[in-house]
């Protein structure tokens, strides 16, 4: 049985109370249960009524609560196995395009990733979240939807180049960076070719308007089929 199906049946919700509360067609919604992706925002609206998102998107029991008013308080970040890492999912956008700034202090979600693949892909000593991307400016690299695996920095040196998820001002997107020596700015491009690169300067890093926030390390989820 599908996973997202069978949370449905396991909270007693048909699919009218479903589709109807997150605010999309009857059509797309059968899709979903038929094994179509679904957009990492539909997601989180899904956590919102009492969907296990870890075992919709990965086929995997949490013991994770219910996004509410009440669970968004929990900050211990427990597993339903030891040999299981939680990774949480903040209301944090990263735009591939245009760009959004909705930080929360607590997590909307929560997905459990095996413990031994993130050693064996020296993942597990980083500090990891879950972040969306928003916008095509980054296709096929990444693509609208996309749910990516993010290792957050403290340290600016720790990313250079790479596919990085950046703030500029109030906005937060994901592009790809490399860093200037000479000028101690960055070169920031798209790899959509139809999106124009810039460069940001050292002046606008020391004043707190730049700043490299993490490294996106894998895709999670893709949206949809990449060409």
Known sequence: ???LREERESLGLNQKDVFEA?????????????GKPIPSDKLSELAKLGFD???????????????TAASTQITALQTSHADLTAVPQYDLAASAGGGALVIAEHPIARFELSTRWLQQNNLHNKKLTVVPVRGDSM?????DGDLTL?????DP??????????RF??????????????????????DNNAYSGFFVEADDISAGRFSVLGRVERVLQRARKVD
């Open 150 to 154: 993010v290792s957050l920095i403290d």
């Open 157 to 166: 040196a720790d990313a250079r180049e790479g596919v990085c998820v950046l």
């Open 22 to 34: 997150i605010e999309v067609s009857k059509g797309t919604y059968i899709r979903w249960e038929a």
């Open 139 to 143: 296709e096929h690299t990444l693509c």
């Open 169 to 190: 001002d109030d906005e937060i997107f994901v592009k790809r960076i490399q860093y200037d020596f000479k000028s101690k700015g960055y070169n920031i491009t798209s």
């Open 1 to 3: 049985m599908n996973p």
């Open 53 to 67: 998102i870890n075992y919709v998107v990965t086929g995997c029991k949490s013991d994770s609560l219910p996004v």
